[in-house]
């Protein structure tokens, strides 16, 4: 099966400027997940859909992150403005509906802010 | 709150010598345990899960993993390594008093000599 595809790989921006990521999850996941990870760190989660819904957005930062699933498929997440802080790993994921099933992830887009 | 914590930030071993990666965690209810392994500029692949029942868990490409409820560890173990092992490994946990979010550890890099 085809895996979770990402778009682009590697992004450079100056601050302030705006940028945008896409995601194609697996086929059939319902479930799909932003996860920002830090060098050096673990992922954490940015926002969770369950088809086109929000189910957890508590840990986005809604004043300059924005993400949205229109049609319960593809998914976009953007940034604007960009800090330098935003220097970081954008992980998307899938899964299967359900708390136990295992998340599936892209390999990301690498996002460097100057 | 949930927690998890990887003690050790670097694992060292040879080719042909077991490799034990360790995680505890700290959760309220019931955790849902997960093992992810991360190579270089790709996103997490998923090795292993234990949800409920049989406390030693299967998983891929020969690893498996000990659920020890009264020590709240989730080891991970591989009989022996492989140079193809050295990658960064990352433990992490859901229950339901954190609306099942996944969090995850800060990772642990392995390097497997020859």
């Known amino acids: 099966e085809a895996g979770v595809a990402q778009s682009p790989r590697y992004k450079i921006i100056e601050k302030r400027q705006s940028v945008a990521f896409w995601c194609n999850p697996i086929?059939?996941?319902?479930?799909l997940y932003w996860y920002q990870q830090i060098l050096g760190q673990g992922p954490k989660l940015l926002i969770q859909?369950?088809?086109?819904?929000?189910?957890?957005d508590s840990q986005l930062p809604k004043d300059r992150f924005s993400a949205e699933r229109l049609k319960g498929v593809d998914s976009t997440l953007k940034i604007q403005p960009a800090k330098l802080e935003d220097s970081a790993v954008y992980l998307c994921?899938?899964?299967?509906?359900?708390?136990?099933?295992?998340?599936?992830f892209g390999d990301g887009t690498r996002l460097s802010i100057l | 709150a949930q927690s998890v914590a990887q003690p050790e930030d670097q694992v060292n071993v040879a080719e042909g010598n077991p490799l034990t990666v360790k995680c505890t965690y700290s959760?309220?209810?019931?955790?849902?345990l997960f093992w992810y392994v991360q190579y270089p500029n790709r996103g997490l692949q998923f090795l292993l899960k234990?949800?409920?029942?049989?406390?030693l868990v299967k998983g891929s490409y020969g690893f498996e993993a000990e659920f020890n409820k009264s020590q709240t560890s989730f080891h991970l173990k591989k009989p022996s390594a492989l140079v193809s092992d050295s990658a960064l490994y990352f433990c992490?946990?859901?229950?339901?008093?954190?609306?099942?979010?996944?969090?995850f550890g800060a990772g642990t890099t392995v390097t497997v000599r020859a």
């Open positions: 994921a899938s899964s299967l509906e359900g708390d136990n099933q295992p998340q599936h």
């Open positions: 234990y949800i409920t029942g049989d406390n």
């Open positions: 086929s059939g996941h319902a479930t």
């Open positions: 959760v309220s209810g019931n955790p849902y």
């Open positions: 992490a946990v859901r229950d339901v008093a954190n609306d099942y979010k996944l969090s």
């Open positions: 859909f369950q088809n086109n819904g929000v189910v957890d």
